[in-house]
């Protein structure tokens, strides 16, 4: 059951993090399982809460975190509106039509602890207080406790914790096990180059993912790279992780495979193998097709305007603000070669996408009289 609901989740969502950005590319995904992945790509805590259900279709490139979660929310269907603070508290919360389509309403909200704020990334256990773990989880008659323990071991950032890491890896529980890998991975180094290899052969696809993204950077290896190209025909989270620690190894040899992706593969992929290629050799390449730059320019243009007419301005500043996107809209219309015919077209579908944007999050047009302001209403 859970090798199959893996596989369907997989072939629905692409999503990665790497350099604080964050991408995706959303097909009718369901929203739990775009949390739940979001939140082992990101190192954040995520509780699904019951009744958070729905799908949500959207594509984007190299966000920062806070810029792509909050464009969740043009999902089809059901979206997320996230709330980021630098507490590392993220909000999110699911969205449904109202009757006749006009606005959303918030059906569930959730507040997790996430591990990629700066505070938290600055804190890490001490050597004792990983010791004093280490009893709780060598104990079997604590068992109640192992889960809560276990959510502390993303706190364990010193190098001289390693062995401990290392002996939790092997330990009885997945949850223990898998918290310990992942923390592991961040902390390897050439002592680690054997372990590593192991890990991106192991059954369980999590801890080849995290040997490929986060482990194979840190460590140099001739021996990885025949791993890595083979994990370019695998399945979309560990050839998008290969494809990724490919670039920033500036490896030669995965040139013809990784210019064999901009023409086989799908935009998620094909973004990213341009991105290692830049890397690799020095060069930029237009991986995306005609119809994915006009969908590019109608999001852009739509999300300028949400901007000017949810935003407070000055009538002046309004004015100048329209201009520009006036410009940019132009702009877009010559680099894609529009004729006369495909233009009305393209303007056409740009009032469906704002009609849309706004009412999948929840905004209406308002009147704005002198000195007055965009407000956003549910």
Not at 44 to 53: D, S, Y
Not at 84 to 104: H, M, W
Not at 116 to 139: A, G, N, P, T, Y
Not at 312 to 327: D, F, M, S
């Amino acid at each position: 059951m859970a090798a199959a609901s893996r596989s369907r989740f997989e072939a629905r969502t692409k999503i990665t993090y790497a350099d604080g950005k964050l991408s995706a590319d959303l097909q009718g995904a369901d929203i739990a399982d775009v949390l739940t992945k979001i939140g082992q790509v990101v190192n954040a805590r995520v509780e699904i809460g019951e009744g958070l259900t729905g799908k949500v279709t959207t594509s984007f490139q190299s966000f920062s975190l806070q810029d792509g979660l909050a464009k969740l929310i043009s999902g089809e269907g059901a979206g997320i509106i996230v709330g980021y603070d630098q507490k590392g508290t993220v909000t999110f919360i699911k969205l449904s039509r109202k009757a006749g389509g006009q606005g959303a309403k918030v059906v569930a909200v959730k507040k997790v602890r996430a591990g990629f704020s700066q505070r938290d990334l600055e804190k890490s256990l001490s050597l004792d207080k990983v010791k004093e773990m280490m009893s709780i989880f060598r104990d079997r008659g604590k068992q109640d406790q192992w889960v809560l323990a276990a959510k502390q071991i993303m706190y364990i950032r010193i190098p001289e914790a390693k062995p401990y890491l290392k002996e939790l890896i092997d330990h009885e529980d997945d949850f223990v096990r898998d918290e310990a890998v992942r923390e592991y991975v961040r902390l390897v180094d050439a002592e680690d180059a054997d372990f590593i290899l192991d890990l991106a052969e192991d059954n369980k696809w999590q801890r080849r993912v995290a040997a490929a993204s986060s482990a194979m950077p840190l460590v140099d290896d001739p021996r990885q790279i025949p791993i890595l190209l083979k994990m370019l025909d695998e399945f979309d989270a560990l050839r998008e992780a290969a494809i990724g620690t490919l670039g920033v190894k500036r490896c030669q040899e995965a040139v013809p495979a990784l210019n064999n992706l901009l023409k086989v593969g799908d935009a998620h992929t094909r973004a990213g193998a341009a991105d290692a290629l830049y890397l690799i050799t020095g060069t930029k390449y237009d991986w995306m097709t005609p119809a994915e730059r006009r969908d590019l320019a109608l999001d852009s243009l739509a999300g300028g305007k949400i901007v000017i007419e949810t935003g407070k301005y000055t009538p002046g500043e309004r004015r100048e603000a329209e201009i520009r996107l006036q410009q940019k809209k132009r702009e877009f219309i010559e680099r894609l070669h529009l004729t006369p015919e495909e233009t009305r077209e393209f303007e056409i579908q740009l009032e469906q996408r704002e009609k849309y944007v706004f009412e999948m999050t929840g905004m209406r047009r308002t009147a704005i009289g002198v000195g007055g302001g965009g407000r956003c209403a549910t």
